[in-house]
């Protein structure tokens, strides 16, 4: 089942802008972990956030981690063209020990 | 290896046949995993190897699927008698261990006819 949840679906803006995607969750966990994939395929690891944590930073990227509140957000700043891919966030729950469970993802399209 | 890879990157098959999906995890990674990703959804576990011990093939979605990991190394994901629901994009990952990064290959594009 999935218990991770993307906010938006999709999202369409300018390249230069930010573009801010958030993730929900239900149940309580050792950590949440960004993913992107591009075309379809080739999914690649972004960022991993414990749940002892509350941001993280790497280059452009901004992760946020509200455990009280069972979300998280991902931030691009100053988009590229490059950045259009889906963005899925995954869980690895307390009681899952090893799955991770995965939303639908957010389509992001950056318009040059 | 560099990374996790996996083969074939694209099959087509018909109804009610057999196929093989194999993949080679980053060397040294105890964990493997296998998930499936239908058109424009997320990941669906299927099942998770972890060193020697008795895989979790608590996400395989029927006895038509198998996987084997051999010397704790490669993988082969089996369906037999395909359908055409099986159609998806199947992508393997590996990683140090539980709870830590997963690494994933470039996935098989499964086409069932």
């Known amino acids: 089942s999935q218990q991770g949840e993307e906010d938006p679906q999709a999202l369409s803006i300018q390249e230069g802008e930010n573009a801010t995607m958030n993730c929900s969750y239900k149940?309580?966990?050792?950590?949440l972990q960004w993913y992107r994939q591009n075309s379809g395929r080739g999914l690649v690891h972004l960022i991993l956030?414990?749940?002892n944590e509350r941001e993280k930073h790497s280059g452009r990227l901004r992760v946020t981690l509200d455990t009280s509140k069972k979300s998280s957000s991902l931030l691009i700043t100053a988009s590229r063209a490059a950045d259009t891919a889906s963005y899925f966030c995954?869980?690895?729950?307390?009681?899952?020990?090893?799955?991770?469970?995965w939303g639908a993802g957010t389509k992001l399209i950056i318009k040059p | 290896g560099a990374g996790v890879s996996q083969s074939p990157s694209n099959k087509v098959t018909e109804k009610g046949k057999d196929v093989e999906l194999r993949c080679d995890p980053i060397?040294?990674?105890?964990?493997l995993y296998w998930y499936r990703q239908s058109l424009g959804q997320g990941l669906e576990f299927l099942i998770y190897?972890?060193?020697?011990?008795?895989?979790?093939k608590s996400g395989l979605p029927s006895d038509r699927f198998s996987a084997e990991r051999t010397g704790g190394s490669v993988s082969t994901l089996t369906i037999q008698r395909t359908q055409q629901e099986d159609s998806a994009v199947y992508l393997c990952?590996?990683?140090?261990?539980?709870?830590?990064?997963?690494?994933f290959g470039p996935g098989t594009r499964l086409l069932v006819l």
């Open positions: 990952a590996s990683s140090t261990g539980e709870q830590e990064t997963q690494y």
């Open positions: 060397s040294g990674h105890t964990a």
């Open positions: 190897f972890q060193g020697n011990s008795a895989p979790d």
């Open positions: 149940t309580s966990i050792n950590n």
């Open positions: 956030i414990r749940s």
């Open positions: 995954a869980t690895d729950g307390v009681d899952s020990n090893y799955q991770l469970i």
